[in-house]
């Protein structure tokens, strides 16, 4: 899969390396982020179970629910044949979706609740409610799942988006994600 000037290879099936590292790190950050707040918050009897469980709900139906639904399908990972994509979620989103257009891939930036906005949320919502209860509950394990926390994200935003995903991914060209970090010429 090349179809515009680019140096590094794209994928039509990423490593399975690859692949693992993205979900690796993904559900990691979600399960740790649910844990740190139900910690944080567990000097209520309710509020940290019921903010901790909510939290690692809504964060996996983003990822692996509304993502295949709303912007998988217009990926061009949907269409092509035995593709495979860095979260393998075009697998689940073939499955689930009926095929959308390429051209709409781009909308997944578009408006204050947009899935990338959503998925942004995700990742940081537990690092940011963490940072009260480290102030009114303070603790090592609440703030080593803190520092882990953060770790994840910039993992994500210095290894896993710039090295590992949107380099080989063919969907880059139309991708607002890959325009902003300038991974589209490289
Ligand atoms: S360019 Fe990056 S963010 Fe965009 S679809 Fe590809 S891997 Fe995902």
């Known amino acids: 899969m090349q179809p ?3 140096k590094a290879e794209l994928y039509t099936r990423y490593p399975l390396s690859s ?17 740190g707040i139900a910690f944080g918050y567990g000097f209520s009897s309710w509020a940290g179970y019921t903010f901790g469980a909510v939290y690692i709900v ?3 139906a983003e990822m692996y629910v509304l993502m295949p639904l709303r912007v998988c399908p217009n990926c ?7 593709s495979l994509c860095i979260s393998g979620l075009s697998i689940i989103s073939k499955r689930i979706a009926q095929a959308g257009d390429p051209k709409d891939f781009a909308r997944r930036a ?3 609740l947009c899935p990338n906005n959503l998925y942004m949320a995700s990742l940081i919502v537990p ?17 080593g799942i803190f520092v882990i926390l953060v770790g994840l994200l910039l993992f994500r ?6 090295k590992l995903a949107c380099l080989h991914c063919a969907a880059k060209f139309r991708c607002p994600q890959a325009g902003q970090m300038g991974v589209r010429n490289l």
């Open 4 to 6: 515009e000037k680019t």
């Open 58 to 60: 809504l964060a996996f």
């Open 127 to 143: 690092i940011v409610a963490i940072i009260p209860a480290l102030i009114v509950n303070f603790s090592i394990a609440l703030l």
């Open 157 to 162: 935003f210095f290894v896993i988006f710039p």
């Open 76 to 82: 061009v990972y949907y269409k092509a044949q035995d």
């Open 110 to 112: 578009e408006g204050l």
């Open 19 to 35: 692949v693992l590292i993205y979900n690796g790190s993904t559900i990691l950050h979600f399960l740790l982020g649910g844990i």
